[in-house]
């Protein structure tokens, strides 16, 4: 495993955080993974990730509203990253002011170039 913090993913599709999950730890990098904003909510009071990958387009509490309720705690928190299949992914990071974006379907190449450089 390589060293440091884990990888919180956050996306309703439990066939896309199980191929993440799987893509990630067969690359050394421990992760956790959240159905929904409301559970990665409670994995973050007691834990801290060294990276977010958001899906935007979740029911109940979406990508946007996750990132404000992170935001709304005394520390900045940790770098995040968002997946989308909206037209205009790079548009939207720069608006929400995250690290980077993921614009699905994604490349794993693209995948691990992205998480490496923020992570390492």
């Known amino acids: 495993m390589k060293s440091g913090k884990p990888i919180l993913i956050v996306d309703d599709d439990p066939y896309i955080l199980d191929f993440l999950e799987a893509v990630l730890q067969a690359s050394g990098y421990l992760v956790v993974t959240a159905g929904g904003g409301h559970e990665a909510l409670q994995w973050l009071e007691s834990n801290r990730p060294g ?8 029911p109940v509490m979406n990508g946007t509203e996750f990132l404000q309720k992170v935001r709304s705690r005394s520390d900045p928190g940790p770098p995040v990253v968002v997946m989308t299949a909206m037209d205009d ?3 939207l990071s720069r608006d929400l002011g995250t690290k980077g974006w993921l614009q699905k379907p994604f490349d794993l190449d693209t995948l691990l170039m992205v998480v490496e450089s923020l992570l390492e």
């Open 51 to 58: 990276l977010i990958l958001l899906d935007m387009s979740m």
């Open 89 to 91: 992914a790079r548009r």
